[in-house]
């Protein structure tokens, strides 16, 4: 029986490089920025080695100067999302990826940390390694995945962005879904519809599609 998913995330630990990923330069340099323009040009160029070094399609970065997309109860902040990752689909196989990242933190509105902002971008980009290298149907934040995170981090030499093994589950706390239907599929990967509140942010990311 053809093992599941969240099975195959969860024993993968490590990525498969075709050559070694020369991306500590650019890893270092994103942590040198704040502003989401500068963040934007920086990443999309780690993007692109880790993307060439592990042989996969194109994934693009948008790095949106806004604050986080949240949600209170009670004035307090209940759950919030650093970045979105979402795989556009060419006659129902994994093409080319997007991830957007907020620049601006959720209720304060403070420019997101530099260690911060880098490890969402690689939490991200492994998202997009699960769907287009390991060619899984979806993604779901195993410990392996977070396992890959940090073997990413390692080998671009920044593993200081990420927690320590034993916290990796935590490693963003209070997050909220950060894999989006694919572009031509309403429902997430795995078939399941996305609650009321996911879709209402996919219309304000993306717009509502003509019906």
């Known amino acids: 029986m053809p093992r599941s998913s969240y099975e195959r995330s969860k024993g993968v630990e490590t990525i498969t490089w075709r050559e070694f ?23 999309q ?5 880790l993307d060439r070094a592990a042989g996969l399609p194109d994934c693009r970065l948008t790095v949106a100067d806004r604050p986080q997309q949240h949600r209170t109860r009670a004035g307090r902040l209940e759950l919030k999302t650093y970045g979105y990752y979402r795989i556009a689909l060419d006659q129902g ?7 957007r990242i907020y620049n601006l ?8 940390s530099p260690k911060v902002f880098l490890e969402t971008l690689l939490h991200e980009w492994v998202h997009h390694y ?3 290298g390991l060619e899984l149907d979806r993604s779901p934040h195993t410990s392996g995945f977070f396992a890959r995170i940090r073997a990413v981090a390692e080998t671009l030499g920044v593993g200081f962005v990420t927690p320590p093994k034993r916290d990796l ?26 609650p009321a509140w996911i879709r209402e942010q996919i219309h304000s990311l993306f717009g509502r599609r003509n019906q």
């Open 93 to 99: 196989r994994p093409n080319r990826g997007t991830i």
């Open 21 to 43: 990923p020369l991306g500590r330069a650019e890893a270092l340099a994103i942590l040198e920025e704040t502003a989401a323009s500068a963040r934007q040009s920086r990443g």
């Open 130 to 132: 699960d769907f287009t």
């Open 105 to 112: 933190t959720a209720i304060r509105r403070q420019v997101l």
């Open 169 to 194: 589950a935590g490693a963003i706390p209070i997050a909220a879904e950060d894999v989006l239907p694919p572009s031509n599929d309403r429902l997430r990967p795995g078939g399941a519809a996305p």
């Open 45 to 49: 160029a780690l993007l692109d080695t």
